[in-house]
């Protein structure tokens, strides 16, 4: 699944980007491409109303960045057109796009 903001989020406002998925789908990792990666950070990651994350709170969204180590998520299977939500901050000083993806098997 592809997420990109539809305009370049403002220095220190966050966003919620989302998807739906067109077939049942099972979140596995979460990927941030490390261009961006440092400008960002992941404040949740929600299939439908529930988070993926064990607790409240953001994390940097270099943690995602393509090569990274052991960034599993194992998350919940998304249903079809269910919403699969990013909230973001921009942490840097200036407006800047996001994007990101969701990799993990369709569960047909």
Do not use: W, Y
């Not at 529930?50 to 180590?69: D, K, L, T, Y």
């Amino acid at each position: 699944l592809g997420f990109a903001s539809a305009a370049a989020i403002a220095a220190g406002a966050s966003l919620r980007v989302t998807t739906r998925p067109q077939v049942p789908f099972r979140i596995d990792r979460l990927v941030v491409p490390s261009d961006l990666a440092g400008l960002f950070t992941i404040d949740d990651v929600k299939v439908g109303k529930n988070s993926q994350f064990a607790a409240e709170g953001a994390v940097p969204a270099r943690i995602f960045q393509e090569n990274g180590v052991g960034v599993c998520l194992k998350g919940d299977t998304a249903q079809i057109s269910m919403d699969v939500t990013l909230s973001v901050t921009n942490i840097s000083g200036g407006a800047s796009f996001f994007r990101a993806a969701v990799i993990g098997p369709a569960v047909e």
